[in-house]
């Protein structure tokens, strides 16, 4: 199973990014998840997306500013990232997991190279 993500860059407070995480490899009964990992933090859930009825799941600081999607046909998932903030800041990681507690690292198993997001004045 390989993981890419793509989309990251610098952008304005208010503005937006979308970020995109292209899967490939044998997949069954999985979630997919975006974590954020700011500089001396720990790796936080941003959102996650369950591939056997599609739920969806975020965390309440980007409920109603972020949005994940997926595209089966292309085996990619999107973030749509809006009204980004300075301490939305971090390097963005799209991962692939099979557990219930979808806000918990330990709880996946393959994780792509990280896309930097950058939010300045």
């Known amino acids: 199973v390989h993981v890419v993500e793509s989309g990251g860059g610098l952008v304005q407070p208010g503005g937006s990014l979308r970020l995109s995480c292209a899967v490939s490899g044998r997949l069954e009964n999985h979630v997919i998840g975006w974590f954020l990992h700011a500089p001396g933090k720990e790796r936080e859930a941003v959102t996650c997306?369950?591939?056997?009825?599609?739920?969806?799941y975020y965390a309440e600081a980007v409920k109603g500013r972020f949005t994940i999607s997926r595209d089966n046909a292309k085996n990619t998932v999107y973030l749509q990232m809006n009204s980004l903030k300075p301490g939305d800041t971090a390097d963005y990681y799209c991962?692939?997991?099979?557990?219930?507690?979808?806000?918990?690292?330990?709880?996946?198993?393959?994780w792509g190279q990280g896309t930097q997001v950058t939010v300045y004045p």
């Open positions: 991962a692939i997991g099979r557990g219930s507690r979808w806000n918990r690292p330990q709880e996946y198993s393959y």
């Open positions: 997306i369950y591939d056997r009825d599609g739920s969806t």
